[in-house]
């Protein structure tokens, strides 16, 4: 069975970050990402830090260069920065054992002909070794280092940089640690650490100074240990990815311009950074006071869940603050609408014998899931006979004037007469959106000498039987295989962080207009994605970002009375 040992350390370098975080789980993928989560997993303890020893299955792989892929996963469900390490795959014909390791200095005496290293063969070797440095001058040299199996296969070669002083062989004392950063082959100046007891060996966990490099940028980090002769260590290097973590809070929803309706829930959403708790605020005032919806929750939870009150205003605002720092606050950009429902101006009815006219004011601004009823547009009542649709009424908006409708009841007994409406009969409100063809309708029950109820089933946005309507298209437009979800859903994009594109996934139960919107962090719209009517499915659709820079966006989902919010992350 091949199979590949690694030794991985986790140093977690804390960059404005809480340092709480755990390490949940570890996985390893070759070459190709399977997703998150779904990688071949390792067995560890969990801990804030991990090092551990490890032997990966490297079975399925075919002979020649591969790349193992390593992350972990925190407490938070963050997903860590993949790291990556190339190396050569050589087949055998049976599962081979180390029978012989070598290293030299600086040239190549030919295979076999280095100085040895004594070792038990093994399919696995760890060794400790003192090299002899004897025949080497003052000054920098390269060791290098590798091993023969017992298929007379040699490894590739680890290749070190050292310095010798005279007192190379001696127990020196670690007296510092230093490092540098390097970026596009520019050097950053050289730090010093050395906050710890003198000693011979330094087992040391430390954070390193990330201040003067660039937020969402990567650096080559070189580490190495100085004793007290000023000798340095082998050094050892690393990808340093520095995403800089800046305290801020801005408001995602409600931004403003929407309209809610008392009684009903909506998820108030904000994206914040380097922030604990906050308390969450509500004025219909347009500011002048202000009532508490939540004293203090978890910023990091990004959204909360509030029950509209029973206000009738166009001044809302929501607004948020830190409970640490009252200087980090966000509220809504411009007012929204809170609608009592009841109390909005509807339509009348005026019931004469079984028969109804309906009143439909110009001031209650007909729509249908938010689109407004245009100039040509029909209203009409009809109900419903022994499975056949008969029209028992209509009139036309034109936007201009108050209009009614006279229902009249016909139960088809009778050629030519109107018998009126029956009691439980079940009649079907109408409307036919001209322009685009597409249908809206509701249902309600007659009662004898009573008008239809006038209750939150009929009476939503200022129009009675309007809110509740339910969108749909002649059945020729459906498609027999087409799976309809049985719910609105927006998924997390993938791949998430990306660079310059990545995917994003919605479902439809019904047909509805979408909008979908890219916003930075401090609330700007900065791409519209989708903005149109879509029939019912599910949707795939690319977000490029090839011409934005770096950083947090989100993406805002909204189909009718849905809105859902999901965050990415652009890394170029």
């Known amino acids: 069975m091949k199979t590949l040992n690694v030794i991985i350390l986790w140093i977690l370098i804390a960059c404005t970050q809480a340092l709480s975080q755990q390490v949940m789980s570890i996985e390893y993928y070759f070459d190709k990402d399977p997703g998150y989560g779904l990688g071949k997993k390792i067995a560890f303890s969990q801990s804030s830090s991990v090092d551990l020893n490890t032997t990966l299955d490297l079975s399925s792989l075919q002979n020649g260069f591969h790349t193992l892929y390593l992350r972990a996963e925190d407490s938070n469900g963050k997903w860590s920065i993949p790291y990556a390490w190339q190396f050569y795959l050589i087949g055998v014909t049976s599962s081979p054992q180390i029978s012989k390791m070598e290293y030299f200095f600086d040239k190549d005496p030919g295979y076999g002909k280095g100085y ?27 060791l290098y280092v590798r091993a023969e199996d017992s298929n007379g296969t040699w490894s590739l070669v680890l290749v070190r940089l050292f310095a010798v002083s005279q007192n190379a062989n001696s127990q020196n004392v670690v007296s510092s640690i230093q490092y540098y950063f390097v970026k596009d082959s520019v050097r950053s100046k050289t730090y010093t650490f050395s906050n710890f007891t003198n000693s011979s060996s330094v087992d040391l966990n430390f954070n390193l100074n990330l201040s003067d490099l660039q937020s969402n940028n990567s650096y080559q980090a070189t580490i190495f240990a100085v004793n007290q002769a000023g000798v340095i260590s082998l050094p050892y290097s690393t990808t340093v990815n520095v995403i800089q973590a800046q305290t801020s809070i801005s408001l995602v929803s409600p931004l403003g311009g929407e309209e809610w309706y008392a009684g009903t829930t909506h998820n108030i959403q904000w994206s914040s950074s380097n922030i604990s708790l906050i308390k969450v605020e509500f004025s219909s005032d347009s500011g002048a006071t202000w009532s508490t919806i939540a004293d203090s929750i978890q910023a990091s939870q990004d959204s909360l869940a509030w029950s509209v009150p029973d206000v009738n205003s166009g001044n809302c605002f929501i607004k948020m603050v830190s409970l640490a720092d009252s200087t980090y606050a966000a509220q809504s950009a411009s007012p929204f609408q809170i609608t009592r429902q009841l109390n909005s101006p ?73 018998e009126g409406f029956a009691n439980g009969e079940v009649f079907k409100w109408r409307i036919w959106q001209k322009k685009t063809g597409k249908t809206f309708s509701a249902y309600a029950t007659y009662t004898v000498n009573s008008q239809f109820p006038n209750d939150s089933t009929f009476v939503s946005n200022g129009i009675s039987a ?7 298209q002649s059945a020729t437009s459906v498609q027999e295989s087409k799976i309809i979800p049985k719910e609105y859903a927006l998924y997390q994009n993938y791949p998430n962080p990306f660079n310059p594109s990545t995917t994003i996934s919605y479902d439809l139960p019904k047909r509805a207009h979408v909008l979908i919107t890219i ?22 659709i ?10 947090v ?16 992350l652009l890394l170029k």
């Open 116 to 142: 040895n290293i004594p070792i038990s063969p093994s399919q696995q070797v760890d060794a400790q070794y003192v090299l002899n440095l004897s025949g080497l001058s003052i000054g920098t040299h390269i």
């Open 466 to 472: 309007l809110a509740s309507l339910n969108g749909y």
């Open 542 to 551: 690319t977000f490029d970002a090839s011409d934005l820079p770096s950083g």
């Open 346 to 418: 509807g339509w009348t009815y005026t019931i004469t014998g079984n028969n109804h006219i309906i009143l439909v004011p110009l001031s209650a601004t007909p729509t249908i899931n938010d689109t407004a009823i245009a100039g040509g547009d029909y209203i009409g009542v009809f109900y419903d006979s022994t499975g056949t649709l008969a029209c028992g009424g209509y009139a036309v908006w034109d936007g201009t004037k108050n209009i009614s409708v006279t229902a009249w009841g016909d139960d088809n007994s009778t050629p030519n007469v109107k």
């Open 553 to 568: 966006y989100f993406y805002r989902f909204t189909a009718g009375t849905f809105i859902r919010t999901r965050k990415v």
């Open 519 to 540: 916003y930075d962090v401090l609330g700007r719209n900065v791409r519209t994605l989708v903005n149109e009517e879509q029939a019912a499915g599910n949707y795939r």
